[in-house]
């Protein structure tokens, strides 16, 4: 069996284009555009980077964005009182706090000073707590796990039902991921460092979701026949023979994975691009509730 590719750019442009013209309807109907206002604290040289491509998606989609930068010695309170200013900006509609802020900062304290309305990241506690519970409804949902769902449902995988693992227990994605699932009435399971017998875990997957940091972990012979399989994985590995003189895998063996599951995302090219329409399409709604109070 060779697995059939998930193509994140393809789906992702997909709703770029339709972002890129919500945003043309709402500016000709005389509004002012969305606008994202992110906040990067330090010089982390890949948060540097998924910042920048954030903005440069924002111009293309029209929406207005507000990039500040401020010093790994900022303090606690610098960054809050920037997230107030924001909250209180009626050019911003979402405000974006790059993670992982710097060592000693309380990311939660951070997060929670954000405005809910604003909250296009999904991550205020708020927001979090309420994807926890049965019934509940937060305004956004994180931007990478919403993108993982994207990219199944798009792709025809059933989830209703499914046995659906998840390796990692991040805030960012693993344990977001794992509530969405449960949303789509998925059996899930969490898997993390302490787990026994992972590799037997993760052969039981429908859909295996793998988020954990570790380039190639996931082997062929881990995976379920026929099963989809999301790398939400970016790893640099050394290569002499890259220009950059390191290329980027995921958390799953590619080559090995495409010999046995059914669906696969690749690395570059699957989680990473539904990340940023994820935002924009967030950043619109948001501006879209904005306006109609
Ligand atoms: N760091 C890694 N992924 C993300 C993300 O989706 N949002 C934010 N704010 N920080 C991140």
Redesign the pocket.
Known sequence: MTAKKIDGRAIAKDIREAVKADVAAMVAEGYNPPGLATVLVGEDPA?QV?VRMKHKACEEAGIKSFQHKLPATSTQEEVEILVKELNADPEVHGI????PLPDGMDDEQVLNAISIEKDV?G?HPLNIGRLAQKGREPRFV???PNGCIHLLKTSGIELEGANAVVLGRSN?VGMPVALLLVEENATVTICHSRTRDLEAKCREADVLIAAVGRPEMVRGDWIKPGAAVIDVGVNRVDDETAKRGYRLVGDVAYEEAQQVAGHLTPVPGGVGPM?IAMLLRNTVRSAKVAYSE
């Open positions: 948060s998924y974006l706090v790059q993670l990241d991550f994180p931007c990478t960012i990340t």
